[in-house]
């Protein structure tokens, strides 16, 4: 077990070497050279605006004095704990300056945003090309007809992230549990290719159409079919005679020549063309194996010249749920219950504006532990953190965007079915796609609604192994073959008291345990700021409490009828409607783990499988030997013996796991009545330091596989900052983000867990701290031990510092620590005003956020709404008691 923090040292200048850098998709597709098809990047150097303006369209306008800021922006930088209507909602303009590559004249130019949150409108160069409603799916904009060659062009954009009940989610944010974070706060795209082309599924708003799409047929060991379609556009004016190209590519690089596809065609405008392959002894994907083909498809014209292409990562695999049966992968039962975790996307400081690097790292600390299914809980999230998912075999069940909320209004209808089908159509062919949830979440919508979701689900990806899920108890949840519900064993009031044989059944969120919908009191809502008991407790409630409840062991315990769960949550996140955020996740909002998260990864095979993620044998003490830790040690293991031994000569304890066909794998261990301050009290004061500590160590088989090691932390010493980076290099691009954690620790190098100071931290070289201010994260407080901030690139590759010391400063304080790691060149290319980021990087010396004068504003604003807010807060909790109990009536 990795106790402590490698890598990266106090005082050593560092690098990663080897490094694991994920691959992203760019606007939907990955690049190929000389395809005709070019994708830059357009995150770089934006104008922004807080407020309304009754001219920011207009080209001419003057945005000198505006700050200057890099996309994914989410418009301001929040606190650790920025819920209860902390982030600020309302109007906002964007303005980028470029002037557009003399090359791409004459070809077809569209903008692409992964995502903007609320209603936006779009200019370029003055003229209105886009208004869009929903923040969590792509904008696309074909801007061909707008753009000027050698002079300065200026996109517009005027987002709004006010409450507005004319879209989904539709429900304002002071009775929301999330939370509306605004601003473009997804990665931007220019797009250029010629004018016969491959077209863009969600541009395009054809059912089952658009784009390119892969489905599957008659999957095994043996051979598998794949369908192949591909939507084109000719604009030439002139009829387009030539022909496509598949070829399929594996994960060793090589082509798999005998599989090449050339369909002959002849365009004039349109057309949709298909074809069928059948690919022997394919490698098949699954959360243990998550290999993925590129299909590299090209359009080639009469004269053998490439005129588009790109390649898509995908996946062969079948699905199929086999009611009492369960849960069929690849033509086989998968007999392990899928344990997962429910996911918002937002994060420390940045909220909603994550990084591709960030989403990477969240999906591979949560395979390290060994879970197999995300819940996009609950709207579909950044196609980085898909893509992550596809790669490191996280089986996503794909929300449409919605939570407690119908509106009457025909136009909200409308904009629902909109959204389910541009979600089916954006994630239609990822290899990770577990079920499309396209029901509103915990809603009293008409009766006639889930069926019409469930149709438009089936229109839009008509091929088998397309499953949708539906609440067992929201109406309409007899026309989906997957229904929600807990285990018979599990929470009261949510379970399927009769089973459906024809039906499979999973459980869509598990592990929270409110004493009420508007306290929150919860033994799972834990921060890791509070301790060892809070956050044990906080683990034994999600591994095997003893009072009735769904958790891991119960799950275990199912049928095969009911595939698995997905816990609520994984991360510790803002909500709209309460004050605290919600703190049950594994991880805290900057991911720095609970004893949760080590008794989950308990639960992972011990076998070594993969270098995607970690599996493995692993021992870990959840406690940290203070004065106030317990004297029964709790030891989370997945080996077959642990043997623990409190001091150097003292006396070696020994747990044999007991066989539990039905159980959990790997219940906690708890060694009774071990550790005790007084003994090692006892011990220091005769200078006896080596005897203090406990040692786990774990056997199979007989064999020594894991250690871990835990020691008192002493006399407070020095800073120690390490990465926490996942082995992942960060990008100079102007937008990826790096955890840099700092810890006190003793001369030893012990983290002091129990300790208040203040932590100041200064960069220096390509990076910038993000939300350099005290009331956000500069200096930041420790929190069980360590002080995680955010780091930001730049554009140029180099050199980073990092220092941090104790603030105030004193004689006696702990020596201050410095880390130098590097940045690594962009491949993407980045279109933006030298200028203009030569603006940015005048203002960061000077910006200050005004998180002060906002925070006032906010308080009166509270008072404003206190009473009206009150009231509201009483219909959400109503709502979330009888959405279910009065189904079970």
Not at 354 to 375: C, F, P, T, Y
Not at 799 to 813: F, N, S
Not at 862 to 887: P, S
Request: glycine letters at 6%; aromatic letters at 12%; one cysteine or more.
């Amino acid at each position: 077990m990795k106790r402590v923090f490698p890598i990266l040292f106090v005082f050593i200048s560092s690098f990663v070497l080897n490094a694991q850098q994920p691959k992203f998709s760019t606007a939907g597709f990955f690049p190929i050279e000389n395809s005709g098809r070019k994708v830059m990047s357009m995150n770089v150097a934006w104008r922004l605006y807080k407020g309304d303006l009754k001219d920011g369209a207009e080209k001419n306008f003057n945005d000198s004095q505006w700050p200057v800021v890099n996309l994914p922006d989410g418009i301001e930088y929040v606190p650790e704990e920025a819920s209860g209507g902390v982030n600020y909602q309302g109007t906002v303009w964007y303005r980028k300056h470029f002037i557009p590559l003399n090359d791409l004249k004459g070809k077809k130019h569209f903008l692409h945003f992964e995502g903007i949150m609320g209603k936006s409108k779009i200019w370029i160069n003055g003229v209105l090309v886009k208004e869009h409603f929903g923040g969590y799916l792509p904008v696309v904009v074909d801007i061909t007809d707008h753009l000027s060659f050698n002079q300065d062009n200026v996109i517009a954009v005027k987002a709004d992230n006010s409450n507005d009940p004319l879209f989904p989610p539709g429900k304002e944010q002071s009775v929301l549990d999330f939370t509306y974070f605004g601003g473009i706060y997804r990665d931007c795209w220019l797009v250029t290719h010629n004018e016969t082309y491959i077209t863009n599924e969600n541009y395009e708003n054809k059912k089952a159409g658009g784009g390119f799409l892969i489905a599957y047929d008659d999957v095994s060991d043996e051979s598998a079919k794949l369908i192949l379609q591909l939507h084109l556009r000719n604009e030439t004016g002139k009829r387009f005679t030539g022909k496509i190209r598949y070829r399929i590519i594996n994960e060793e690089g090589a082509t798999l020549r005998h599989l090449e596809k050339n369909i002959n065609l002849t365009i004039k405008s349109e057309g949709t063309f298909q074809t069928e392959s059948t690919l022997e002894y394919p490698n098949l994907w699954s959360p243990e194996n998550p290999y993925l083909y590129k299909v590299k498809v090209e359009l080639i014209d009469k004269n053998g010249k490439v005129v588009d292409g790109y390649y898509k990562r995908v996946g062969i695999r079948s699905i199929e749920f086999k009611g009492d049966k369960g849960l069929y992968l690849n033509g086989k039962p998968y007999r392990q219950p899928l344990i997962g975790a429910n996911r918002h996307q937002d994060f420390a400081v940045v909220g909603n504006a994550v990084s591709n690097n960030l989403h990477w790292r969240d999906a591979k600390k949560l395979r390290d532990i060994g879970l197999k299914v995300i819940r996009n809980a609950h709207y579909p999230q950044d196609p980085a953190f898909m893509d992550a998912c596809d790669e490191l075999g996280l089986f996503v069940i794909v929300n449409t965007p919605g939570w407690q909320f119908w509106n009457k209004d025909p136009i909200f209808e409308k904009r629902v079915y909109s959204d389910i089908r541009n979600m089916v159509r954006r994630d239609r062919n990822r290899a990770s796609l577990f079920l499309w949830e396209p029901i509103l979440n915990e809603t009293w919508y008409p009766d006639y609604f889930a069926k019409k979701a469930k149709e438009i689900v089936w229109e839009e990806f008509p091929y088998k192994n397309s499953y949708a899920a539906c609440d067992n108890h929201a109406k309409g949840s007899e026309y989906y073959q997957v229904q929600f519900a807990h285990p018979n064993s599990g929470n009261v009031g949510w379970e399927a008291k009769n089973l459906d044989k024809t039906k499979t059944y999973f459980t869509r969120e598990w592990g929270d345990n409110v004493d009420d919908w508007s306290s929150h009191n919860s033994t799972s809502r834990v921060h890791r700021g509070w301790g060892e008991r809070p956050m044990l407790i906080q683990a034994a409630h999600y591994a095997n409490p003893s009072y009735p409840f769904t958790s891991y062991n119960v799950l275990y315990k199912t049928k095969r009828q009911h595939v698995g769960g997905a816990l609520w949550h994984s991360f510790d996140h803002q909500r709209g409607y309460h004050p605290d955020p919600f703190y049950g996740g594994l991880m805290d909002a900057y991911r720095q783990p609970k004893y949760a998260y080590y008794m989950f990864m308990a639960q992972r095979s011990p076998e070594v499988k993969t270098s995607l993620f970690e599996t493995g044998p692993m021992v870990f003490i959840a406690n940290e030997m203070t004065p106030f830790s317990e004297g029964d040690v709790t030891v989370y293991s997945n080996c077959d013996e642990v043997r623990l031994k409190a001091f150097k000569d003292g006396e070696t304890k020994i747990y044999h796991k007991k066989p539990d066909v039905e159980g959990m794998p790997s219940p906690p261990i708890v060694f009774e009545d071990v550790y005790n301050f007084m003994e090692i009290k006892e011990r220091t004061r005769k200078k006896r330091h080596d005897e203090v500590y406990l040692l786990a160590e774990g056997f199979i088989d007989g064999k020594k596989v894991a250690v871990d090691t835990v020691y008192p932390a002493y006399r407070p010493s020095k800073i120690k900052l390490w990465l926490d980076n996942e082995n992942t290099n960060l990008v100079a691009n102007g937008s990826d983000l790096v955890t840099v954690v700092a810890a006190v620790t003793d001369k030893n190098g012990t983290v002091k867990r129990l300790n208040n100071s203040l932590v100041q931290f200064e960069v220096e070289g390509e990076a910038e701290l993000m939300g350099d201010d005290p009331l956000i994260q500069n200096p930041h407080k420790l929190s069980w031990g360590t002080a995680p901030v955010l780091i930001r690139s730049t554009t140029k590759a180099g050199e980073i510092t990092v220092r941090a010391y104790i603030t105030p400063k004193g004689e006696q304080r702990p020596i201050a620590g410095e880390l130098t790691f590097w940045s690594v060149p962009a491949h993407e290319t980045m279109l933006f005003s030298e200028e203009e980021l030569l603006a940015y990087d005048q203002n960061k010396k000077q910006e200050k956020t005004n998180v002060a004068s906002d925070k006032k504003l906010q308080i009166e604003i509270q008072a404003l709404r206190k009473e009206l807010n009150q009231l509201k807060l009483k219909e959400v909790e109503r709502q979330q008691e009888e959405f279910g109990e009065k189904q079970n009536k």
